[in-house]
């Protein structure tokens, strides 16, 4: 749990599009067996394995943009994005996991530069998150409201460093947290990216031509269901750390389609009580690693 939320914690601020952006992707996760670990040992749960699929997609709006004298740009846009997940578990004997998680969120992001060297990147906004898709069942246990203020330094043409705090109710109270931004990338034929803004993504790739580029990739995501069980507050975390080669097919300046084929190497999977103290657990429960494919579509204009 605490490795989990550590790795969540880089994902509060989200990075507002210069240009308005739609994608939609879907993922499978191969099945494996569930385990727990506890200190250096790890061992399975009875039989309890599964499998699973993703379907996610999102908007970015500029609703104004202008760039100063450094060609640095002070933008306003709306992100609007959800996710659907169908855990398909076999062989649980105890409510360790959950079936479905359903979220959807709305936040209002403004980009700005303070000076040559430094920028300003902060957001406010909010969700639904839910163990389920029934949407008649929707409380404020359910919502989470979230704000996020970061100070990015330009180190670099190609590298911006930045820190921060982010603001949401995980726990049931409104609390503060550390919030990270890192954005390293180098140009041409060959290219490497590293960034840590929505969520983690590692990519080195090759351009092969205007329609078609290859790379190999290590990304981290994840969805949140906000639940009550035995009459207590809960919350249900499934992150994933994937790896794999990932051709992507360009269709003229504006479309491309993402695959991506390999491994599903961490997957943590499990119901917490929403209390600080549970992010001091030794316990992880998580599923092993197993294959992983996506496909998605990106959209600019």
């Not at 803004?197 to 590692?202: F, N, R, S, Y």
């Amino acid at each position: 749990m605490k490795k989990t939320l550590a790795l969540s914690l880089l994902a509060l601020c989200i990075y507002p599009a210069l240009l308005a952006q739609v994608t939609f992707k879907t993922e499978y996760f191969g099945q494996s067996h569930y385990k727990v670990a506890e200190g250096e040992t790890s061992q399975r749960i009875g039989d309890s394995k599964g499998s699973a699929m993703v379907f996610q997609g999102g908007v970015n709006i500029p609703i104004s943009k202008k760039t100063d004298i450094n060609n640095r740009p002070t933008v306003w846009s709306v992100s609007v994005g959800g996710a659907y997940a169908r855990l398909k578990n076999k062989n649980f004997t105890e409510p360790l996991v959950i079936d479905e998680l359903l979220n959807m969120g709305v936040s209002l992001n403004h980009l700005r530069p303070l000076n040559d060297k430094w920028s300003l990147m902060a957001n406010v906004g909010g969700g639904v998150f839910m163990p389920g898709t029934d949407l008649s069942r929707i409380s404020l246990k359910n919502v989470l409201g979230s704000a996020g203020v970061i100070f990015i330094r330009h180190l670099r043409p190609n590298l911006d460093l930045g820190g921060g705090l982010a603001l949401n109710n995980s726990f049931g109270v409104p609390m503060v947290f550390p919030a990270v931004y890192l954005n390293w990338r180098t140009e041409g034929k060959y290219d490497v990216k590293i960034a840590v803004i929505k969520g983690l993504e590692v990519a080195a790739g090759y351009e092969f031509s205007e329609r078609l580029r290859l790379d190999l990739v290590a990304e981290m995501n994840g969805q949140t269901a906000l639940l009550e069980q035995n009459g207590q507050d809960k919350m249900f975390s499934h992150v994933y750390l994937v790896t794999g080669l990932r051709p992507e097919f360009k269709i003229g300046k504006k479309i491309s389609i993402p695959i991506t084929v390999g491994l599903s190497a961490w997957r943590p999977a499990s119901i917490n009580d929403r209390k600080l103290k549970s992010i001091f657990r030794d316990k992880e429960y998580s599923f092993q690693a197993s294959g992983y494919a996506s496909v998605g579509i990106k959209m600019a204009f």
